[in-house]
């Protein structure tokens, strides 16, 4: 774990991946709200509860980390970062916010 975090480019890269499959995952459950499942909605609650707060925080980790990163592929890490942050933390903190935070969400 040392070594991991150490490397900036395999962070950077393991926060992107990670995302993006969090995001997949999330779309996966949104397919499955359609059931009646008592236990399908318990899963999903408990998933989103997981999944919203590192959407959040992962982006933004892996953007720090990005401006460690050296040569040309910095640029890229950086401008993928940045759309995470602005299309997935983006929709995860309105999400979050509105499923905690406000009283008259669905």
């Known amino acids: 774990m040392k070594k991991f975090f150490r490397n900036p480019d395999k962070v950077t890269l393991t926060s992107l991946i990670a995302t993006v499959i969090v995001v997949a995952l999330l779309f996966v459950l949104l397919n499955f709200a359609v059931t009646d499942s008592i236990i399908i909605h318990t899963i999903g609650k408990i998933a989103f509860a997981v999944f919203l707060p590192f959407l959040i925080v992962n982006p933004v980790f892996g953007l720090i980390y990005s401006?460690?990163?050296?040569?040309k592929i910095k640029i890229l890490y950086i401008l993928l970062h940045l759309a995470c942050i602005c299309t997935v933390s983006l929709f995860a903190f309105t999400a979050f916010m509105f499923r905690y935070f406000v009283p008259f969400a669905p």
């Open 67 to 71: 401006f460690f990163v050296k040569g």
